[in-house]
């Protein structure tokens, strides 16, 4: 058997999303890397082919089961591949536990990649305006706050299970697990930081800095809750009219598009373009000067990371994750209070109307895209597994 072999599950590899594309890219590298990736397990699959490239050696189990029969089929499966070593998407509280009792019981060394931010699950992000306008929502808040005490007990038995430690996907996200837990020492011993693959060869991206057009870019789905999305269009409706010479450009798509859209129709914007779901991202990130992320939360915000290595300059708001790991206030980009829709505006225009502190901003981030690079991300996992 060979022992430089990881194994990894997702609970579907098929849809378009950031934890699809982070573990396709990491089973590539791990490829080219000479570390053997034989099996990629799923609990279901949505769609009839991924949308993401996975290697066609890679053979697919898909265990097309509810999560209350997880456990047993996990255990089954693992026995039955032999499957030794495992990196799992460990956001999903309940699968996430039910995978690691069947890994336990099976002798298999399981370590979740946790993408996001445990506020994403302990809170809701419901702002004070908001629960002004609809008073349903401060009652949703209220339940909310009566659970966190529940949930924050899920998480812990999630993270004690965890005895191979987790792997954090940004240093801010570790931080918060660490912070919650404080008293702790196990779960503070076991909580580590390995950044997602960046894989894009930054030595053969073609970006001038001084020929790009007037263009800001929102890379993200359309969604609310975590993306609070509508907060992008609702800050450039704030400045829009003064800036004819410019254009935000949405790349994406989600349960909130016709919403958005209608948004732009009533206050007659005609410097927004929708392009839906994008394949060739950096076809426009090459062209644009900004991009800018309006996230409640963010495990590390990859389209952040794409957009600093196309020399865009960062407006995000400060959420919760990893956008400190990314943009340093006002030293590589500028973060925004959540939920600040005029803040946002004066910001994107500070950007604008000064090309000296937009160059600023660009050289002084893409210093951190060293951080990123696949040596290390290798060398950290073969550490983690004993390779």
Not at 112 to 135: E, F, T, V
Not at 219 to 245: C, D, G, T
Not at 311 to 337: C, F, H, R, Y
Request: glycine share 6%; charged share 25%; with cysteine.
């Amino acid at each position: 058997m060979n022992n430089s072999k990881i194994d990894f599950f997702l609970i579907d590899h098929t849809p378009v999303g950031g934890v699809e594309r982070v573990g396709c890219d990491l089973i590539n590298l791990f490829l080219s890397n000479g570390i053997d990736v034989d099996y990629l397990i799923t609990q279901h699959n949505d769609y009839e082919k991924p949308h993401f490239p996975y290697p066609k050696e890679i053979k697919y189990i898909n265990l097309d089961c509810s999560t209350a029969d997880l456990e047993e089929r996990l255990y089954e499966s693992f026995l039955n591949l032999k499957i030794k070593k495992l990196i799992f998407a460990g956001d999903n509280m309940s699968i996430s536990i039910a995978l690691l009792k069947a890994a336990k019981r099976a002798g298999v060394i399981a370590i979740p990649q946790y993408h996001g931010s445990p506020h994403a699950y302990l809170d809701k992000y419901i702002s004070l305006r908001d629960m002004l306008g609809n008073p349903y929502l401060f009652f949703k808040y209220l339940v909310a706050k009566s659970f966190r005490p529940f949930k924050l007990l899920k998480l812990k038995k999630y993270l004690l299970l965890a005895e191979h430690g987790v792997a954090c996907v940004s240093q801010g996200s570790a931080d918060e697990i660490k912070k919650l837990y404080k008293n702790s020492r196990a779960i503070i011993d076991r909580v580590f930081t390995i950044y997602n693959p960046l894989h894009l060869g930054l030595d053969r991206i073609d970006c001038n800095i001084n020929e790009k057009n007037n263009t800001i870019v929102y890379l993200s789905r359309l969604e609310e809750k975590h993306k609070n999305s509508f907060l992008a269009i609702k800050a450039w409706n704030e400045i829009a009219h003064k800036y004819p010479n410019w254009e935000l450009h949405i790349l994406g798509d989600g349960s909130i598009s016709e919403k958005m859209k209608g948004y732009v129709a009533d206050n007659k914007l005609t410097n927004v373009v929708f392009y839906g779901m994008v394949k060739d991202v950096a076809s426009h990130l090459s062209k644009s000067k900004i991009s800018i992320l309006t996230s409640n939360c963010e495990g590390l915000g990859m389209g952040v990371l794409e957009s600093i290595c196309y020399k865009n300059a960062i407006v995000s708001t400060l959420s919760n994750g990893g956008i400190i790991d990314l943009v340093e206030d006002q030293i590589s980009g500028l973060l925004v209070p959540r939920n600040d829709y005029k803040a946002f505006a004066q910001s994107m225009e500070k950007i604008m109307n000064n090309e000296q502190l937009r160059i600023k901003y660009v050289n002084e981030s893409y210093k951190i895209l060293s951080k990123f690079s696949d040596d290390g991300i290798i060398s950290e996992w073969k550490k983690r597994f004993n390779l």
